[in-house]
Nanobody, 121 residues
Framework: QVQLVESGGGLVQPGGSLRLSCVASGSSFSIYGMGWYRQAPGKQRELVATRSRGGIVNYADSVKGRFTISRDSAQNTVYLQMNSLKPEDTAVYYC???????????????WGQGTQVTVSS
């Protein structure tokens, strides 16, 4: 089992910055990918950024050049540095971890509870 806890959300003015953190615990050794998704009011959840254990990253087009995803050396924490924030970035941000279940060989996703990011003047 994998448990995820996000932190770092809050209220920021346009053009400001925030850094989100997500700590994984439990069967974290089996995680091969972690990332961030977000869901704005009235919209579907969308991918923001992902990073594999080997360092392969991908970003949504809307955040390229502004957001940076990273993982620490222990690979149990993932960060999202968000710069040049815009009002349209306002959403609940969710941490995601993908792992292979040892008993079945199937992949499984774990999700955090989410952290609110509000960009407003």
């Amino acid at each position: 089992q994998v448990q995820l806890v996000e932190s770092g959300g809050g209220l920021v003015q346009p053009g400001g910055s925030l850094r989100l953190s997500c700590v994984a615990s439990g069967s974290s050794f089996s995680i091969y990918g972690m990332g961030w998704y977000r869901q704005a009011p009235g919209k579907q959840r969308e991918l923001v950024a992902t990073r594999s254990r080997g360092g392969i990253v991908n970003y949504a087009d809307s955040v390229k050049g502004r957001f940076t995803i990273s993982r620490d050396s222990a690979q149990n924490t993932v960060y999202l540095q968000m710069n040049s924030l815009k009002p349209e970035d306002t959403a609940v941000y969710y941490c995601n971890a993908r792992r292979v279940v040892r008993s079945t060989g199937q992949e499984a996703d774990s999700w955090g509870q989410g952290t609110q990011v509000t960009v407003s003047s």
